[in-house]
Structure formats: structure tokens, C-alpha cells
């Protein structure tokens, strides 16, 4: 398991280190590795001609306006230059990543749910990724839909899943967290939903949970010291510290 359930708690940049650099590119990813992330939480989606792209918005700026992300093949992605917040970066694939990260890396890669070449393509394309970079014991797969979840498990099912919900999924009465697919063992509830109640309950499941967004050292701690499996945060430089002062783990040399 890439997450194992009794393992200090990780700090996870999520889309890297947004406050400091372009979310979900090189930059952000390296300087979240620079400040001592533990691991990066990412989004993919497809590209026209499938390629898996490295991006959370369906829509992108391209020739003087916003087009989705899925109409465009990988070579007019691969020219775009994305700014935001003075700010500007490529976008990457998933395999330029794994490339350039590898096996010393943890990922939580999102699936974004969104038009598609062929269905099931892209949950194929980033398991497909996993194998061949040697990752299944280095990453989750992460996905606000059950279903996109429960077909890549269906094509490996080596791979680790997370169900993320927010106060807007459906969860059955009386229940902290939604259905889980079948093969999942672990929850991405959005931080204000991480109660100590929903906690103990996940961990006396043997549920793994993984909290987002997470940017107050305070309330970091406080998760770390009721053993949470990762603290996804917008801030690693802040909440990493926060998180090591209760679990004594030492700051990664890389990620």
C-alpha cells in the first residue's frame, strides 16, 4: 500500500506549490519538492488524441480564448503558454512527470472526469502509466466519481483509490463518507468535513483518509496527530513543519 493506514502522516503539495508557482507544472512540483513535500497531488485528463495532460481546469486560453482542454491535440497543448497571477508555465503530461520524478516520488493523481476519445480511455492511460513507471506502490489514484474509480481498478487492480467528496456528494444518512467502488480504502474529504468523529470511524474501518485543502498549520497538527494519511496543502513550506512537530518524521532529502 502506497499510504500505509499507520504510517506518519504525509504532506502532500497539492498541484504542487500554488502560492509559489504555476499549479500542476514543473515549477510548482519542484519547488514543493524544495520545501519538503512528501508527495504531489495532481489532476489529469485527456488530451484530443489521448495523450493524459497535467491540468485541473476543463478549459484553457488558446489563440485569444478559452477552449476545452479535449478538444486540443498534444502537440497545440504542448505550445500553449498558461498564465495566471503573473505567473506562467507549460502544461505537462503525466508521463513527462513520472518521467522526471520517478520511483523517488509519491503521487495522488486525480482523474477529471470530461470528454473523452473513446470511454474508459483515460482511466486505461493512467493506469497504463503506473505499470510501466513502476508506481503502483507509490501513488493513489484519486476521483470524485465512483465509477471512474471502480474501472481503473477493473483494469489493475493493484492500483490504490480515494474517493474525495464535499459537502455537495451524497453520503447515506446517518454515514460521515459516500459508497466506497469496490477494492477502495480510503476517503478525500474536503477539510471541513475531517471531524475527529469521521476520523475514528475511517480508522476503526481501516479506511485510509487523505484531507484537502489544508493551508493552517494549527489544524494540520491536529490531523497528524490523529493520524491521518496526508495533508494535502497549498502551502508545504508552512504545513509541512506543523505536521513533522507530531509525527517526528524528518523533511524528505527528495520526493
Known sequence: MSFPIDAPT????HRGSPRAALENTFDSFDTAEAEGADAFELDARLSADGEVVVHHDADVPAGGRTVPIASLPMHEIAALT???DGRTGRIPTLRDVFARYGSGGRYLVELKAGPTPKAGLLEFRVAALLVQFALLDRAVVLCFSADLLRRIRDI?????TCLN????SYRPAGRFWPDLPKGCAAIGPSVSLASD????EAREAGIAVHVWTVNEPDVAGHLAALQVA???TDVPAVVGPAIRAVTGAREPLSV
Open 10 to 13: 504525509l504532506v502532500v503539495g
Open 156 to 160: 489493475e487492480p493493484r492500483i490504490s
Open 82 to 84: 498558461v498564465s495566471r
Open 165 to 168: 467528496f464535499d459537502a455537495t
Open 230 to 232: 496526508s495533508v494535502i
Open 197 to 200: 468523529r469521521l476520523l475514528a
